[in-house]
């Protein structure tokens, strides 16, 4: 009778404890349901998924006809890919449309540098930046990014060159103009033209460095394309899935080293981008500014012309009579 009656406290409390926290689950767990199907609900809300050929394309609840584009801008980018390098990916590739800043650098681990509108990463996925004022540019952007995507899966993720990748990614962009030109021509003038290990390292720098960087590959590559043809990126990504290094696979497409070939395409830019050809980008700029004047100019006159006209009817008064012009009598 005394052991029964010195367990009873204790029986009692455990009870109470087992009440006491069966109430609060009660309580907490429609809470926490409504909690997480809120969630659920806002990221349905907030992402939507369009399917293409060759991609998957999630963007946000408000962007579908972005999204369209993008898509459009997907396939042709990936058909010109495809060609360059004689490769299709197995699977479809995954597009990201960031709908904020802080989405892409989340999605991106925020190791980009801030002038960065778009990346790729592994396996077959794009994330691109909301592009905010720059939307004009996803033509380039997105087959950019495309040739990255490809590469790397062709190479099996083998080793590749930053000077390689992005040559031939800025080659299928078609994004090069008077502005590159002009970059080169300066840059091959005064002695400030980047090795290959240069180029390796500097797209984690400033802008300025990483669009030269961005124009010596593409350089590279279309000297490569001259000495070579347009089969040689698909010869020496073959290597590189056989189990190459970039070197040897480089070689055995080329049949010049890596290194050697550096200061033949180094060379070539000097005696290509040189004062002459600054000077010769000066009279078209020049002759375009002045088309553009002498056109403005002509439409002013014009327009002047034409509103002259109208003053003059609406302020003639209406009691004057406009009589034929006769030759005055000759007798």
Known sequence: MKNTVSMMPETN????????????????????FLCLFSVAVSAAETSRTLRTDH?????????????????????????????????????PVRLVISGTAEDFKRLTNGVLPDWSSAAARPPR????????????????????????????????GAFVPRWFHEGLAELVSGRGGIRSRWRL?????????????????IFSGDADAAALAYDQSEIA???????????????????????????????????????????????????RYTARQLLSYIPGTWTAIMVLALVAWVATKLRSRRIMKRWETEERPGNVIDFDHFPPDED
């Open 13 to 32: 409390c455990k009870n109470k404890v087992y009440r006491l926290v069966n109430r609060w689950v009660r309580l907490i767990a429609p809470a926490v």
């Open 55 to 91: 991609f998957s394309i999630e963007y946000p609840a408000a962007g579908k006809p972005y999204a369209e584009l993008v898509g459009d801008i997907a396939e042709s980018g990936y058909k010109r890919v495809a060609e360059m390098l004689d490769y299709e990916p197995d699977g």
């Open 125 to 156: 996925t794009i994330v691109l930046s909301p592009l905010s004022g720059g939307k004009m540019g996803i033509e380039h952007i997105i087959p950019h990014e495309i040739m990255h995507v490809f590469l790397y899966d062709a190479s099996e």
């Open 185 to 201: 021509t300066w840059k091959s003038m005064h002695g400030g033209l980047l090795s290959f290990e240069d180029i390796q390292r």
């Open 221 to 271: 590559v279309r000297i490569l394309t001259e000495m070579h043809g347009g089969a040689v990126y698909a010869g020496i990504v073959d290597r590189l899935a056989a189990g190459d290094s970039f070197g040897q696979a480089f070689e055995t497409a080329t049949g010049v080293s890596v290194s050697r070939y550096e200061t033949h395409y180094l060379n070539e830019i000097r005696k």
